[in-house]
């Protein structure tokens, strides 16, 4: 939290502090100026947040001193996934980033903000001036310019400038289209234009005559509801409907049909879709109550589905999707042979930080242990809460990491002291590691395996990470 200085209220501390002795006059004076407060200046309340993503100490100070003579509130990040940490706790409208940074690079780094927060707006420093940055679609569009090491001043704040420009124009026709429904209509036939033209008034419509061009725009954008009809060029019977809810399971489906047939629209709304209606009675007031209703239905749907799938309090995969993921990544690891691994981990010092300051606080501890260790994986491990204190993650694709180094990547950030409040509080975790097929080769002897690992790392005296041993540890 910032206060807002004027210069009658810096006097009046200031001078008080000096008189009881606490403070000298001149570290009043360097305190004063290096924050700006004094005169009329901007407080830290007005100025633009900025984060700085850079692996270098020297460049951060450099960023730092620039930013004292500008009216930009800069908050700073060491690396990719300290990055993600700051902006999965804090909106950030502009993040200037280093390209080359061990760990989560500078392009990985946007293209995971984009998806956590798509309005955010980059500006690339980079020691590589002539580095020809790559095409990629998610970003492109969202990095607002590219400067050189050691930049100029002049250069920098008109980055920045153009930088939040550019984020407030997006976030006020963001605001605009919000108020719309998104709706992607498929249909080759005439009656699309007036099926387009009646849902106008409530809803921004794309129109694809072909199943498959449909699919691709589903896959590329996020619609609130599919309008769709059965018989399409490229598709027949249901087709329309099972493909499009495999393209985007959390899309309401609306069928229209001119076919009125009871069990075709029973067999429909068990494939997925939300509503069936007959375009011989379809008028525009039922089309869109049809339309809004699916949408309400669909939410709720996904609702329960992530209640059913995933932990209320942390947002992570409850124990039951854990064990889908893992059967699917062991058949996957035998099919083409690349392994997976099950690390199970077990907080050390949780008990007692849930005895003595109380479960909100407590809660709030396992809600950070569960983002450290999401921003920590690889975006395709699994990251799972079993209950309690305990948690999991499943490593897939060994052969582009040791299984052994990302469970210890994740283990030494656990280690790391959070902040609550005014609280510091560190928990530390035990970790149990079994690889697929050495340990075991099915989901339960596995999962046993994986266990047994984390009670012996306790047994050697927690906060460390014990590798199952076939033949050594019996599980």
Same mark, same amino acid.
């Given at each position: 939290?910032?206060?807002?200085?004027?210069?009658?209220?810096?006097?009046?501390?200031?001078?008080?502090?000096?008189?009881?002795? #606490?403070?000298?006059?001149?570290?009043?004076?360097?305190?004063?100026? !290096?924050?700006?407060?004094?005169?009329?200046?901007?407080?830290?309340? %007005?100025?633009?947040?900025?984060?700085?993503?850079? %692996?270098? /100490?020297?460049?951060?100070?450099?960023?730092?001193?620039?930013?004292?003579?500008?009216?930009?509130? @800069?908050?700073?990040? =060491?690396?990719?996934?300290?990055?993600?940490? +700051?902006?999965?706790?804090? =909106?950030? /409208?502009?993040?200037?980033?280093?390209?080359?940074?061990?760990?989560?690079?500078?392009?990985?780094?946007?293209?995971?903000? &984009?998806?956590?927060? /798509?309005?955010?707006?980059?500006?690339?420093?980079?020691?590589?001036?002539?580095?020809?940055?790559?095409?990629?679609?998610?970003?492109?569009?969202?990095?607002?310019?590219? +400067?050189?090491?050691?930049?100029?001043?002049?250069?920098?704040? *008109?980055?920045?400038?153009?930088?939040?420009?550019?984020? #407030?124009?997006?976030?006020?026709?963001? !605001?605009?289209?919000?108020?719309?429904?998104?709706?992607?209509?498929?249909?080759?036939?005439?009656?699309?234009?007036?099926?387009?033209?009646?849902?106008?008034?409530?809803?921004?419509?794309?129109?694809?005559?072909?199943?498959?061009?449909?699919?691709?725009?589903?896959?590329?954008?996020?619609?609130?509801?599919?309008?769709?009809?059965?018989?399409?060029?490229?598709?027949?019977?249901?087709?329309?409907?099972?493909?499009?809810? &495999?393209?985007? /399971?959390?899309?309401?489906?609306?069928?229209?049909?001119? +076919?009125?047939?009871? %069990?075709?629209?029973?067999?429909?709304?068990?494939?997925?879709? !939300?509503?069936?209606?007959?375009?011989?009675?379809?008028?525009?007031?039922?089309?869109?109550?049809?339309?809004?209703?699916?949408?309400?239905?669909?939410?709720?749907?996904?609702?329960?589905?992530?209640? @059913?799938?995933?932990?209320?309090?942390?947002?992570?995969?409850?124990?039951?999707?854990?064990?889908? &993921?893992?059967?699917?990544?062991?058949?996957?690891?035998?099919?083409?042979?690349?392994?997976?691994?099950?690390?199970?981990?077990?907080? *050390?010092?949780?008990?007692?930080?849930?005895?003595?300051?109380?479960?909100?606080?407590?809660?709030?501890?396992?809600?950070?242990?569960?983002?450290?260790?999401?921003?920590?994986?690889? #975006?395709?491990?699994?990251?799972?809460?079993?209950?309690? %204190?305990?948690?999991?993650?499943?490593?897939?694709?060994?052969?582009?990491?040791?299984?052994?180094?990302?469970?210890?990547?994740?283990?030494?950030?656990?280690?790391?002291?959070?902040?609550?409040?005014?609280?510091?509080?560190?928990?530390? @975790?035990?970790?149990?590691?079994?690889?697929?097929?050495?340990?075991?080769?099915? +989901?339960?002897?596995?999962?046993?395996? @994986?266990?047994?690992?984390?009670?012996?790392?306790?047994?050697?005296?927690?906060?460390?990470?014990?590798?199952?041993?076939?033949?050594?540890? !019996?599980?």
């Amino acid at each position: 939290m910032y206060f807002v200085w004027s210069p009658s209220l810096v006097a009046v501390v200031a001078s008080r502090r000096i008189l009881s002795g #606490e403070l000298s006059f001149a570290r009043v004076k360097k305190v004063v100026f !290096q924050n700006g407060w004094v005169g009329v200046g901007r407080s830290k309340v %007005d100025k633009k947040k900025t984060l700085f993503v850079d %692996d270098e /100490p020297k460049i951060r100070k450099a960023f730092s001193r620039t930013m004292r003579r500008s009216d930009y509130d @800069a908050v700073f990040a =060491e690396g990719g996934e300290r990055a993600l940490e +700051i902006l999965a706790e804090q =909106e950030i /409208p502009v993040v200037v980033t280093d390209l080359r940074m061990p760990g989560i690079d500078g392009l990985t780094l946007m293209v995971r903000v &984009r998806a956590l927060r /798509p309005e955010t707006v980059f500006v690339v420093v980079t020691g590589a001036p002539d580095l020809d940055l790559k095409a990629d679609d998610r970003i492109d569009d969202a990095i607002a310019s590219v +400067i050189a090491k050691p930049w100029e001043d002049s250069e920098l704040f *008109d980055s920045l400038k153009l930088a939040h420009e550019l984020h #407030e124009k997006r976030r006020g026709e963001a !605001q605009q289209q919000s108020n719309k429904l998104s709706v992607l209509l498929i249909d080759d036939k005439k009656s699309s234009h007036r099926l387009g033209e009646a849902l106008s008034s409530i809803a921004n419509v794309q129109l694809c005559n072909r199943l498959e061009i449909a699919l691709i725009h589903l896959r590329e954008t996020s619609f609130d509801v599919v309008l769709t009809k059965l018989s399409l060029p490229d598709a027949r019977g249901l087709d329309a409907v099972t493909r499009a809810q &495999r393209a985007r /399971p959390e899309t309401a489906i609306v069928v229209a049909s001119d +076919i009125e047939d009871d %069990d075709m629209a029973v067999q429909a709304l068990r494939f997925g879709a !939300q509503d069936y209606l007959h375009s011989r009675t379809l008028t525009p007031e039922v089309l869109l109550r049809a339309v809004l209703f699916a949408k309400e239905r669909k939410k709720v749907e996904c609702r329960l589905t992530e209640l @059913a799938h995933y932990d209320g309090l942390t947002g992570l995969a409850n124990r039951m999707t854990l064990r889908d &993921r893992l059967g699917v990544c062991l058949a996957k690891s035998r099919r083409y042979n690349e392994g997976c691994a099950l690390l199970y981990i077990d907080l *050390d010092f949780f008990k007692p930080i849930n005895d003595t300051h109380g479960h909100e606080v407590g809660d709030v501890v396992l809600q950070q242990v569960a983002m450290r260790m999401r921003v920590t994986v690889r #975006e395709y491990d699994t990251v799972a809460r079993l209950g309690g %204190d305990e948690f999991a993650v499943l490593i897939e694709d060994l052969q582009k990491d040791r299984p052994e180094e990302v469970a210890e990547r994740v283990l030494r950030r656990l280690r790391l002291p959070m902040m609550i409040g005014d609280l510091e509080l560190r928990v530390g @975790a035990s970790g149990g590691l079994a690889v697929f097929p050495h340990a075991a080769e099915t +989901i339960d002897a596995l999962v046993r395996c @994986a266990d047994k690992a984390m009670y012996s790392a306790k047994a050697k005296g927690r906060n460390c990470l014990h590798v199952f041993r076939p033949g050594l540890d !019996q599980a």
